[in-house]
């Protein structure tokens, strides 16, 4: 009775959503004006000189905008157990850990109930909208979620990856089963110890209710790709599982052991099935809709960094749709995925004006003041004023700030999104890059997004022999005389030496940004290097991190590795095979 009254009444979550974004300028001034009555007491927002005010105006000239560096010692003082209260009013019981694939270390993150409850916030509202375009009904999903144990700092708090915190609150459950999306593997399984059993664990379940599974899911597309590249490989065994219900020896842990035989019984009618369907198969091209008839969809990130896993997990899907899930980070929340029935590259997200406060730095050129010193014109570079929610303009691509509920203040996430429309009157994004992650040597710029482009165009090459790129990386390697692009290719079999040469000349050719045209054209950049690697080097590069306590459901391959990722760019080089220096300037 309970589980019904709990379903989610979609559109009055759409009517309510409606009505919000309508007015989102006053949503937004009320929900700063709730953030800063909150928190005022707070050490930070007390150095800062409000006293009590809480309009945008004197927000924005009191306190400055900050990276998370700023705040290292606040959020440190904060995880060491501070009595007082540092960054909120209420005490942060919970310490969320970036995934540590942008710097190379995690980061420590404020994690509170507000931003729990954001999250939900988030989660429901793009249920509502994806649920009128695929409705799905009392069915099971097929999670590919993983929770990393849950530390304690020195201060006594819980700590963990983002995902880690979202999937061991209380609340993350009961909101599954609203959304008719409970995940059909056990908590032993979700919270089990060891990735790669777990995700055993994880396909054999889908298995043994795959006439239930009406979505499949994780936290990114590249879990996805991961999970069903897994299958391939342990398909046959899964098999066997099924048709002697007895589990897999592979699986270790008494507890998840314990959890499997409950629902593990001997089907062999079932394996033989899943034998046949897999033997019919063409390259494992439509192996989702074969194995799971009733899917609806798959969800998870598909944008950013992850759009390059999309093209094998449309192999996959075939015709099955791909959705992509909300934007935002470890830090917060910004949007939601209103427009479902879009293919992944063209998601925007509608920013819910009452989960934070946003301001957005306009990323034109700096805008240079010209000073008059002593009878001389100098020129000094500033960055542009950051402006409000709803006075983004369409078209133009701006750095994101948001001021949360969990203790971040004109936070620079880092960032860059494109402004694609409006939804009423909060704005649409497109996530296009991090604003860090660039390859750089002389006056050139290019970004993960350019990165991603070149190798799209040079892979074109390998696919003719029907072959792909299976992950990719980057370095600026300025131990050479001039520095030079290193582009890390692991492919998925044998391509010739003079294809790979090809390769090399267009992914050179395919960084059009001009600075670096110009500077490859006088050599002031050296030719830039393609260095294929062993097969499984970038699963070494995951278990890497899961090593350092990362989890697969917030892992991204980092596509620029820069010298804070020492183990990575170790990684990378030790598993080179072949290289190639390009010959296209």
Known sequence: MLEKMEI????????????????????QRQTLKMILE??????????????????????????????HKDLESYIQRV???????ILTRKPITTISLSSGTTQGKPKFVPFNDELMETTLQIYRTSFAFRNREFPIENGKALQFIYSSKQSKTKGGLFAGTATTNVFRNSQFKKAMTAMQSECCSPDEVIFGPDFHQSLYCHLLCGLIFHEEIQLISSSFAHSIVLAFRTFEKVWEELCDDIREGVLSSRITLPSVRSAMAKLLKPNPELADLIENKCSRLSHWYGLIPELFPNVKYIYGIMTGSMEPYLKKLR?????????????????????????????????????????GNFEFIPLKENVEEHMQENGNVSFLSTE????????VKVGEEY??????????YRYRLGDVVKVMGFHNSTPELKFVCRRNLMLTINIDKNTEKDLQLAVEEAAKLIAEEKLE??????????????????????????????????????LDRSFVDAGYVSSRKVNA??????????????????????????????????RCVGPTNNRVLQILCDNVVKNYFSTAF
């Not at 995880?79 to 209260?85: L, N, R």
């Not at 542009?384 to 006075?391: D, F, N, R, S």
């Open 79 to 85: 995880a060491d157990g501070a009595f007082s209260p």
């Open 315 to 355: 192999h996959y899907a075939a015709d099955v749709p791909l959705i992509s899930a909300d934007y935002g980070s470890s830090e917060g929340w910004i949007g939601a995925n209103i427009n479902p029935s879009l293919p992944p590259e063209s998601t925007t997200y509608a920013v819910l004006p009452n989960i």
């Open 399 to 408: 750095e994101v700030i948001i001021t949360s509920f969990a203790g971040l």
């Open 38 to 67: 909150e928190n005022g007491c707070a050490e930070y927002l007390q150095n800062m000189g409000l006293n009590g005010r809480t309009d945008p105006e004197s927000f924005k000239a009191c306190v400055p905008l900050v990276t």
């Open 525 to 558: 950049i050296g030719p830039l290097e393609l260095r294929v690697v062993w097969k499984g080097t970038f699963h070494k590069i995951l278990d890497h991190y899961l090593g350092l306590g990362a989890v697969v459901s917030q892992f991204k391959t980092p």
């Open 469 to 506: 790129v299976i992950d990719f990386s980057s370095n600026v390697d300025v131990s050479t005389d001039p520095g030079h692009y290193v582009i890390f290719w692991e492919i998925s079999g044998e391509v010739s030496d003079e294809v790979l040469k090809e390769c090399c000349n267009c």
């Open 8 to 27: 989610l009444d979609v559109e009055k979550l759409v009517g309510d959503f409606e009505v919000m974004t309508k007015d989102a300028e006053n949503v």
């Open 384 to 391: 542009p004023k950051p402006v409000g929610l709803t006075e």
